[in-house]
C-alpha cells in the first residue's frame, strides 16, 4: 500500500457541477471513496484507479470500472470539478469542490456501527468440508496459510516504505491489515497443526 499524493494538469478547460442539482441523490460508498482520493488532488479516472489499486484496495473490494462512471455524477451533483483537455483524446480531470469536502466531512462525522463483511473463500470451503475429502481439506488448509502469509509478507515490506513519509491514518490501516494478515496466518498454521495430529486417515477418507 503507497500513500496518494497529488498530479497538476493544465491546457484545460473547466466544467463544473450545477449548484441546484448538488447531493441530488444518495451517496454510497464509492462516491466518498472518489471524493477522498481526490482530496490528496486532482485526478483523472486511471489515476483514481491506480491510487486505488496500491491503497484501499487491499481491504475495500469493488468493481475498479465505477471510478470511470463515479467522478461523472458526482460532477452532476455538484461536489466534483471536471477539467476537459483541449484536443486529442480529451482527457478529463476531476477535483473535489468545498461542496464536496463537506460532503466529505460529513461522512466521516457519521457512527460506523455496522458488523464488518467477511467474504472468505477459504472459510466457505472450510463451512462445507465435510463433504470433500481429507486430502483436499489438507490442501486448503495449506494453501491459505501460504496466501495470509505471503500477503503479510508484502505488507511488512509496504509497511517499512512508507512507515516515516505516509500519512499517518493510511499507515494505521495497514498495520490493521498486517495484524489480521498474521493472526489468520496463525489460525491456519493451528489448524494444520491440528489436523497432522488427528489419527490416520482411513483410505476411503482421503
Not at 483541449?86 to 462525522?109: C, F, N, P, V
Not at 470433500?132 to 495470509?148: E, F, T, V, W
Not at 509496504?158 to 490501516?173: A, N, P
Not at 497443526?193 to 477418507?205: I, S
Amino acid at each position: 500500500m503507497s500513500t496518494v499524493g497529488s498530479n497538476d494538469h493544465e491546457g484545460v478547460a473547466v466544467l463544473a457541477g450545477s449548484g441546484p442539482q448538488a447531493r441530488a441523490r444518495k451517496l454510497n460508498a464509492t462516491s466518498y471513496v472518489v471524493l477522498g482520493m481526490l482530496s490528496y488532488g486532482p485526478a483523472t479516472s486511471y489515476d483514481l484507479k491506480q491510487r486505488v489499486g496500491s491503497t484501499i484496495g487491499n481491504f475495500w473490494a469493488f468493481a475498479h470500472s465505477q471510478l470511470y462512471d463515479e467522478p461523472a455524477r458526482l460532477v452532476v451533483d455538484g461536489l466534483v470539478a471536471e477539467k476537459v483537455e483541449h484536443g486529442g483524446r480529451r482527457k478529463r480531470t476531476y477535483s473535489i469542490t468545498a461542496t464536496g469536502r463537506q460532503a466529505l466531512q460529513e461522512w466521516l462525522s457519521e457512527n460506523t456501527d455496522e458488523q464488518t463483511e467477511v467474504r472468505d473463500l477459504g472459510l466457505l470451503k472450510l463451512f462445507f468440508a465435510t463433504w470433500g475429502s481429507r486430502r483436499d481439506l489438507a490442501q486448503l488448509a495449506h494453501d491459505r496459510h501460504r496466501s495470509h502469509r505471503e500477503r503479510a509478507e508484502g505488507y511488512e515490506q509496504m509497511h517499512d516504505q512508507i512507515v516515516d513519509v505516509g500519512d499517518r491514518w493510511q499507515v494505521k490501516t495497514l498495520e490493521l491489515g498486517l495484524r489480521y494478515e498474521r493472526c489468520v496466518e496463525q489460525f491456519w498454521a493451528d489448524f494444520i497443526a491440528e489436523l497432522d495430529g488427528d489419527a490416520p486417515v482411513k483410505p476411503q477418507d482421503q
